[in-house]
């Protein structure tokens, strides 16, 4: 899909998204995910998980971001952090904040990106 | 319906990264920097060239009132528009990972991710010489915005070639900002335009950390 040309969708997409979310606009996680957060898996899926939230629980059992999770389950990021709220909520899995813009531009992190460049 | 990307055509069940593709344990931070420039600049092509994994799309979903075209009767309906944005990934260190966002130049956009720029390093701004008078309003947001910037100037064999003081002076940039020239194919070239941002973040650093 081209990422400049937004397309249109005019079928069953939202009220798929609604069922997903129950119908919540994930305001609340909206606040402390970042893109980049990333997330890690407390444990495996349960039996009775919501298919999405156990996918998430799956794929998360080594560090991934918020942005990755997204990609992989072909899901909204507002669907997702909706998703990631609740099973934070119930300890199925935590997050690892990214820096917080109010430390930036921090000068030993800059320097750790330069030095992880060059050995590119 | 179009929800499901292409490359995904399997459910929820069986998705997921490649297990090549999955982190260190030890990643605890992270951080990114957006590409940001109009259709066809070679944004996909540069996140592509350094990123460790395959770029991926993360999408998000524009709810809009408007009234159809073929709705004769005139009736309001609402209509949903998926925005993507791919992005890419570097481990810096064991603990440290760099995404990289390619993002539309359209300010519109920008608000559908939330934090896109406000917790970012910094920001590429992507130049076609051919179109310039994209680039000058992306430039003009990003300093509204107090996002530190490099300007990279993909070449493509089919546009004007300016000298880049010239540049400098078409898109009124301020004399710090960096200017370089990249292929956006090559990985190296793609991670000079990264290493000239961090070199210019680490300048604007140290004078913050001074004053
Ligand atoms: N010659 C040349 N072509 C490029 C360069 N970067 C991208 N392209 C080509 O330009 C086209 C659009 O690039 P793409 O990355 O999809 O642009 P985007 O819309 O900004 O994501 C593709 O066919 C690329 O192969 C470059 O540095 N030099
Ligand atoms: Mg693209």
């Known amino acids: ?120 | 319906m179009d929800f499901r990307s292409s490359e995904s055509p399997g459910s929820v069940e069986t998705a997921g990264p490649r297990s090549e593709d999955a982190l260190p344990e030890s990643a605890t931070a992270a951080v990114k920097v957006v590409i940001v420039g109009g259709f066809g600049v070679g944004k996909t092509t540069l996140v592509g060239s350094v990123s460790e994994i395959r770029p991926l799309t993360t999408e998000e979903t524009m709810t809009q009132a408007g009234v159809g075209v073929d709705d004769t009767a005139g009736v309001e309906r609402k209509s949903t528009t998926t925005v993507a944005m791919d992005f890419g990934r570097i481990s810096i260190n064991d603990e440290l990972v760099l995404y990289l966002f390619g993002t539309p130049g359209q300010e519109r956009f920008w608000f559908l991710w939330r934090g896109l720029f406000e917790g970012a390093l910094g920001a590429v701004v992507l130049v076609d010489t051919r179109r310039l008078e994209v680039s000058f309003d992306v430039i003009g947001r990003l300093e509204e915005r107090s996002v530190p910037f490099v300007v990279a100037v993909n070449s493509f064999p089919d546009a004007p070639s300016y000298p880049l003081d010239e540049l400098r002076g078409a898109l009124d940039l301020p004399a710090d900002v960096p200017i370089v020239e990249c292929d956006a194919r090559l990985r190296t070239s793609s991670r000079d335009v990264l290493m000239a941002l961090m070199r210019y973040l680490q300048t604007l650093a140290v004078t913050t950390e001074a004053s």
């Open chain 1, 1 to 120: 899909m081209n990422s400049d040309e937004p397309h249109w969708d005019g079928g069953g997409g939202p009220e798929r998204l609604y069922v997903i979310t129950g119908g919540r606009s994930g305001s609340s996680a909206k606040t402390t995910l970042d893109l980049v957060t990333l997330i890690v898996a407390r444990s495996g899926p349960r039996p009775g998980m919501q298919p999405e939230q156990a996918a998430i629980v799956r794929i998360c059992q080594r560090p991934l971001s918020v942005a990755e999770i997204s990609a992989h389950l072909s899901l909204p990021v507002s669907v997702v952090t909706v998703l990631l709220s609740d099973l934070i909520a119930d300890n199925r899995v935590f997050s690892r904040p990214p820096v917080p813009p109010a430390k930036l531009p921090d000068i030993a992190l800059i320097e750790a990106v330069i030095d992880g460049l060059q050995k590119l």
